[in-house]
């Protein structure tokens, strides 16, 4: 009802706004100079309306949308850009981040799989470009092969170093497309790196995580991959250093911020509970 409200307000309000302008000269200039002013804007009017005309067809075909997001409708929210992307082919970055957004908070995981598998069949483009946020319910299974096997056929082979110039955002922009955070391929060694942990093969998921951290910038991958190396530092005999260098460049305040602006990613939304104890541990 409130969007509605806002709908028809927003009509009311132009349109009133607009025929006040343009009967104006009518009061102030009389019959004769109104008609040679419309006559020479009469185009004003055209434009006005194709603009309205327009902006109430876009709420119109969006109005379902509207609808469920207004009423916290997470389920229809989903069914409503399953058939835009299915039925109509819309795969924009917006409308698959919304689908899985809503799919998580409906709490739909089989049926992220399952618009997994119809990307992997028709638009495999579009899944790697996705392919942390159709990896939420493989990483939520804490299934170690499962996570394994998901995210391997999504690493791209040797992780750029932080060190070099602004081609590193170019190179993932090219690998993940422009809607994908931009250590995105970080995570997804990371993700690989933690399912072969869960099966015990601790020395090859460490040796993951030791790239991730010599060449990711200081931020939460960085903090999280350094994390899971403590466990066996012993081995590592630099993690202390390392955790100590992590925490002179990024202090706490600037950690919590970090986190908080990459929540909205849901890979990281997801490891909540794990971030709290990674925050512990690095600035203990």
């Given amino acids: 009802m409130k969007l509605k409200t806002i709908f028809i307000l927003f009509n009311v309000i132009v349109v009133t706004t607009f025929l006040v302008v343009f009967l104006m000269p009518l009061f102030f200039l009389g019959i004769e100079f109104t008609t040679i002013f419309w006559r020479g804007n009469w185009y004003l009017v055209v434009l006005f309306v194709l603009v309205l005309a327009v902006l109430n067809t876009y709420f119109g075909l969006n109005w379902s949308l509207f609808n ?13 850009m399953e058939r835009r992307i299915r039925d109509r082919g819309r795969f924009s970055d917006s409308n698959i981040r919304l689908l899985v957004n ?15 598998q119809y990307l992997r069949e028709r638009k495999p483009a579009i899944l790697r470009r996705h392919a942390l946020r159709f990896g939420i ?16 056929e999504f690493r791209s082979g040797e992780l750029p170093d932080r060190s070099s110039d602004g081609s590193r955002g170019d190179t993932l922009r090219r690998l993940f497309g422009g809607g994908a955070p931009q250590d995105a391929r970080y ?10 942990m869960l099966q015990g093969r601790v020395e090859e998921g460490r040796a993951i995580l030791r790239l991730i951290v010599d060449t990711s ?30 925490v002179d460049k990024l202090p706490s305040a600037t950690w ?10 849901l890979h990281v939304l997801v490891l ?3 971030l709290l104890d990674v925050e512990k541990w690095l600035y203990r």
Avoid at 137 to 152: C, K, M, V, W
Avoid at 228 to 234: F, G, I, Q, T
Avoid at 256 to 265: F, P
């Fill in 187 to 196: 995570w997804i060694e990371w993700c690989y790196a933690f399912g072969l």
């Fill in 272 to 274: 909540s509970k794990l």
């Fill in 137 to 152: 319910p493989h990483l939520l299974s804490n299934d170690g092969a499962e996570i394994e096997r998901y995210f391997r």
């Fill in 102 to 116: 809503a799919y998580v908070v409906s709490s739909q995981p089989d049926r992220i799989r399952d618009m997994e």
């Fill in 217 to 246: 910038p200081r931020g939460v991958v960085h903090g999280v991959a350094l994390y899971l190396m403590e466990p066996n530092r012993e081995e590592d005999s630099d993690v202390e250093e390392r955790r100590r260098a992590f």
């Fill in 256 to 265: 919590q911020k970090t986190v908080e602006r990459e929540r909205s990613e």
């Fill in 68 to 80: 469920a997001l207004e009423r916290e409708d997470w389920r229809q929210v989903a069914s409503v």
